[in-house]
Structures are given as structure tokens and as C-alpha cells.
């Protein structure tokens, strides 16, 4: 997949209600099967790679005396992760589509994060299954009752229940975090293109609008770090991965949020332009004189 960098062009207007679900939503969601084929496939992997076992990383004494932090409940469950990650967004995109009606932005936003949230999920089980490394709570999962018991390797026995100390071996990256940067990393990105926040006007409240996304997922991998689950390198690696695929995935379907033309998708700015150039078919040449010189 390419990155879509709109090239620049004359700012075309926007006509409010031009496409909507009712008119352009079934044509649209044609064109990109395959991309929702992809988001169904990427579910499917993120499963499979739930299920799989990771590797148990080696943990001995001299190990264990730093993996003793208290087992405790995480201050957000996982079920509460797609509700501020994805469906909060997903609530900003319905927003701005009752206010402008362009069925392109909603099904990209939409499209576009799903992208984002499901890339970020895989990516960061996968390196989960491949490290295995124990959590900051690690002792209390696999010896539940106190008592340290090891191999003639110097390797922990664990007697605790086997989902929990399966997970103890799922430190590295935050999950919680990752998925959190993905969603609203994304969200952050979608609405500094819709309030034109760089638009050099020096209008401060336009970054703390963008910055607020970033500053919730930010507290959801502290609340990581309080709870135990995870050491501040798990939340790091997590923030990072989230808010690269965040980037990549808003950057295949959107202009980057400085552009002219971000407010909207390319691909509704290139249907405007192919409907213009057929309404006037003698401007064709001059248009492209023009990107010519501006080249």
C-alpha cells in the first residue's frame, strides 16, 4: 500500500451534502471490498495470534526479586479500550458527517482507524508471543501462594492458574497502550486536519484540541505502570508502535493536516476533480498549464 500524499492543487470547494451514504455509500463501499477483506483477515490473525501461547522467557532468582510488584486489577479493563478507542471516534467522524454530509470521510475515518486499531492489535501480539518477557507482577501469577519452586535449570516452576501465568509472559509492548495510540492517535490526526490546526493563525486552543486524544492514551499507559502490568520501556514501545501505524494508516486514506486540502480525503477532493474536468472538458489543458507551473 502507498501513502497517499495529495499533490497540490487549486482549492476546490466542497459542496455540504454533494455525497452522502444514501447517494454515493453503496458505490463507495464497493471500491473498497478488498480493504474490508483485509480488516476481516487482520480479525482473524489477531485470534490466532491471541490463542497462540507465548514463548516463556526464561526467569530465575536472580530475576525473580524484581518481578514481585503486587498483582492487582487494571484500572482500565480491555473491554473499555474499544469504547474510548474506537466507538468515541467513530462518534466524531457520524459528527462531522450529520454536519457536512460527505459520505467519503465517514467511510474513510471509519475505515481508517479500523486500519489502525487492528494493525497496531497484531503487530503488538506478535512481538508479545516472540519475547515472552514477564510482567512487573510476574512472582505473584506464577507462585500465587509464595512458595518459589524451580528446575534443575534455575527456571521458575509455576503453580498458579495457567491463563494467568500466560499472560505474566506478556509484558512487552503495552498492548492497552498500542491500541490506545492507534485509535486515538488517529483521532488526533482526523481532527487536526478538520480544525485546520496548522494553519499558522497561532490559535493555541486548536493543539490543545489535537493534544487531548493524545493526552487520554497517555494516561491509560500510566495507569498501566500504577497497576503493575507493565514497566515504563512496555508503555513506551507501545506509544511509539500505536501512533506509527496511526500515522501510516490516516496518511493512506487522508492529506497530511497541514496540506491545503486537508479537511477532507483524497479521494473525494480526485472525484471532484474528475467531475469538474468532465463538466468542463476544455479547461483540461489549462489545468494542467497550471500544475505545470506551479511545479
Known amino acids: 500500500m502507498m501513502l ?11 459542496q455540504p451534502g454533494a455525497h452522502t451514504v444514501r447517494s454515493h455509500g453503496v458505490m ?6 478488498r480493504d474490508w477483506l483485509i480488516v476481516m483477515l487482520l480479525i482473524v490473525i489477531e ?10 522467557h526464561f526467569v530465575g532468582k536472580d530475576m525473580i526479586s524484581g518481578l ?3 498483582l492487582k486489577d487494571v484500572t482500565v479493563p480491555v473491554w ?38 487492528l494493525l497496531a492489535a497484531a503487530i503488538t501480539e506478535a512481538i508479545k508471543n516472540a519475547i515472552g518477557w514477564p510482567r512487573p507482577d510476574f512472582f505473584w501469577r506464577c507462585f500465587p501462594d509464595g512458595k518459589e519452586v524451580y528446575d534443575n535449570l534455575g527456571n521458575v516452576v509455576c503453580h498458579g492458574k495457567a491463563k494467568v501465568v500466560r499472560e505474566g509472559y506478556k509484558s512487552f509492548p503495552s498492548g492497552h497502550t498500542s491500541w490506545s495510540f ?3 492517535g488517529f483521532l488526533s490526526l482526523y481532527l487536526s486536519g478538520k480544525i485546520k490546526a496548522f494553519d499558522c493563525m497561532g490559535h493555541v486552543a486548536k493543539i490543545c484540541i489535537v493534544f487531548l486524544p493524545l493526552l487520554l492514551a497517555s494516561l491509560v499507559g500510566i495507569s498501566l505502570m500504577d497497576d503493575y502490568q507493565h514497566n515504563w520501556q512496555d508503555v513506551f514501545a507501545g506509544a511509539l508502535l500505536g501512533l506509527t501505524v496511526a500515522t501510516f494508516c490516516y496518511l493512506q486514506l487522508f492529506p497530511p493536516p497541514h496540506h491545503n486540502d486537508g479537511w477532507g480525503p483524497c479521494e473525494h477532493y480526485q472525484v471532484l476533480e474528475e467531475s469538474h474536468s468532465s463538466a468542463h472538458p476544455n479547461n483540461v489543458a489549462n489545468q494542467l498549464n497550471v500544475q505545470g507551473m506551479e511545479v
Open 68 to 70: 514481585k510488584y503486587p
Open 182 to 184: 492507534a485509535g486515538l
Open 4 to 14: 497517499c500524499f495529495c499533490p497540490s492543487r487549486k482549492k476546490m470547494e466542497v
Open 28 to 33: 463507495v463501499a464497493k471500491s473498497h471490498k
Open 47 to 56: 485470534i490466532i495470534l491471541y490463542i497462540i501461547p507465548p514463548f516463556y
Open 80 to 117: 473499555v479500550v474499544p469504547i474510548y478507542a474506537v466507538l468515541l471516534p467513530i462518534a466524531i467522524f457520524l459528527a462531522f458527517y450529520f454536519r457536512r454530509r460527505d459520505v467519503y470521510d465517514l467511510h474513510h475515518g471509519v475505515l481508517g482507524i479500523s486500519f489502525s486499531i
